[in-house]
T-cell receptor, first 114, second 113 residues
Framework: GQQLNQSPQSMFIQEGEDVSMNCTSS?????WLWYKQDPGEGPVLLIA?????ELTSNGRLTAQFGITRKDSFLNISASIPSDVGIYFC??????????????FGQGTILTVHP | EAGVAQSPRYKIIEKRQSVAFWCNPI?????LYWYQQILGQGPKLLIQ????????DSQLPKDRFSAERLKGVDSTLKIQPAKLEDSAVYLC???????????FGEGSRLTVL
């Protein structure tokens, strides 16, 4: 089956630093999604990417859909303590028998020191 | 719009007992998912419904797990009998087809003793 490799597994940074994480896949996705999950909560969508090469921003977050459609990255600028959590990339298929199937990366645990 | 509703939030049972989780997706979302998330891992798809039909249940342990969505709206996931390794958060999600976004509920945390 499809697998997503997400890195790094964890990050420990100082408040104010920028953060970058990425995902690579062995196969193509139609949509890339980035989620954040706080303890005890379900994942919450941060950014959705629909086209190869697309670069999208949401406040301090920037994400890109790789040209090959097999990778994506997420950047967080000027991190703040509330950025702490687990970040997941996810690839979505939109065609054929895999319609609507979302595959998750393993997650990046972000810790921000004040 | 109201989000995905799940219940119960927490459940503690002993091994070999049974448990059921309920999910009500966002109104109008035809595609519904159940995911299992073990601590420290990303969510793993258990089953995907399109209306009341099963699209993908290839990773559902069918000897002990079952799920249904009889009227194409809310859904239940049942585990019988539970094993220790079933301890996890069970997440329900529904799909907004127009944007390809999945919306998750808060999850049901199961502890099997």
């Amino acid at each position: 089956g499809q697998q997503l490799n997400q890195s790094p597994q964890s990050m420990f940074i100082q408040e104010g630093e920028d953060v970058s994480m990425n995902c690579t896949s062995s196969s193509i996705f139609n949509t890339w999604l980035w989620y954040k999950q706080d303890p005890g909560e379900g994942p919450v969508l941060l950014i959705a990417l629909y086209k190869a090469g697309e670069l999208t921003s949401n406040g301090r977050l920037t994400a890109q859909f790789g040209i090959t459609r097999k990778d994506s990255f997420l950047n967080i600028s000027a991190s703040i303590p509330s950025d702490v959590g687990i970040y997941f990339c996810a690839g979505l298929n939109a065609g054929g028998t895999s319609y609507g199937k979302l595959t998750f990366g393993q997650g990046t645990i972000l810790t921000v020191h004040p | 719009e109201a989000g995905v509703a799940q219940s119960p939030r927490y459940k503690i049972i002993e091994k070999r007992q049974s448990v059921a989780f309920w999910c009500n997706p966002i109104s109008g979302h035809a595609t519904l998912y159940w995911y299992q998330q073990i601590l420290g891992q990303g969510p793993k798809l258990l089953i995907q419904f399109q209306n009341n039909g099963v699209v993908d249940d290839s990773q559902l342990p069918k000897d002990r797990f079952s799920a249904e969505r009889l009227k194409g709206v809310d859904s239940t996931l049942k585990i019988q009998p539970a094993k220790l390794e079933d301890s996890a958060v069970y997440l329900c999600a529904s799909l907004r087809v127009r944007t390809g976004e999945l919306f998750f509920g808060e999850g049901s945390r199961l502890t099997v003793l």
